[in-house]
């Protein structure tokens, strides 16, 4: 299957501070991307929707100002969290797909925790 | 999305074949069941997926019933790595949102 990778794969930082997190489609064009979070013992959550070139489709309930998504190319696609807090400490993780194509791929996720 | 309804939990002996069931009785005519599968920590991977025939890959197979309400997941020959939570998921294609539920924990018994 196609391959997604995610950088960093684990992340600390103080709180107030901003978090960048990058997901590469290593192996095909990826026209869209998508972000999940995922909390303790629980399912993943949709955050947010992108498509290449286009601004970001948000979840109800997902701050666009505080998780900003930018898919500047088809194999790129980041997620900045803004002034972090601790409660913003999760699992997040990325799926991509081609265009055309009925199947997702994840990424191994990145975990980050704010103190 | 149609909705998705899975065990919460099973257990499966070691080479045993496991056999996950999941219902989907709102599914709609042109949506694929998915199954993907998440071991702790890391990110879901994906297994299988069809829309209306059986399909079969190196992982597993899955079976699809002819109203297509429910679906069986089968991996044949179970391993220890085979231990993680299972989703099946409905969705309308690749580049479409997947809602996920809370999953069937397979745990494989040596």
């Known amino acids: 299957g196609a391959v997604v990778s995610q950088h960093p794969s684990w992340v600390i930082c103080k709180s107030g501070t901003s978090v960048k997190i990058e997901c590469r489609s290593l192996d095909f064009q990826a026209t869209t991307m998508f972000w999940y979070r995922q909390f303790p013992k629980q399912s993943l959550m949709l955050m947010a929707t992108s498509n290449e070139g286009s601004k970001a489709t948000y979840e109800q309930g997902v701050e666009k100002d505080k998780f900003l998504i930018n898919h500047a190319s088809l194999t790129l696609s980041t997620l900045t969290v803004t002034s972090a807090h601790p409660e913003d400490s999760s699992f997040y993780i990325c799926?991509?797909?081609?265009?055309?194509?009925?199947?997702?791929?994840f990424g191994p996720g990145t975990r980050l925790t704010v103190l | 999305d149609a909705k998705t309804t899975q065990p919460t939990s099973m257990d499966c002996a070691e080479g045993r074949a496991a056999n996950l069931p999941c219902n989907h009785s709102t599914i709609s005519g042109n949506e694929y069941v998915y199954w993907y599968r998440q071991i702790h920590s890391q990110g879901p991977q994906y297994i299988i997926h069809g829309l209306k025939n059986n399909e079969t890959n190196e992982m597993a197979s899955l079976i699809i019933t002819e109203d297509r309400k429910s679906s069986t997941l089968i991996l044949p020959h179970a391993t220890l790595r085979d231990t993680a939570v299972y989703y099946c998921?409905?969705?309308?294609?690749?580049?479409?949102?997947?809602?996920f539920g809370t999953g069937t924990r397979l745990t494989i018994i040596p």
């Open positions: 998921i409905v969705g309308y294609f690749g580049n479409e949102k997947l809602t």
């Open positions: 799926s991509a797909s081609e265009g055309g194509a009925d199947t997702q791929y």
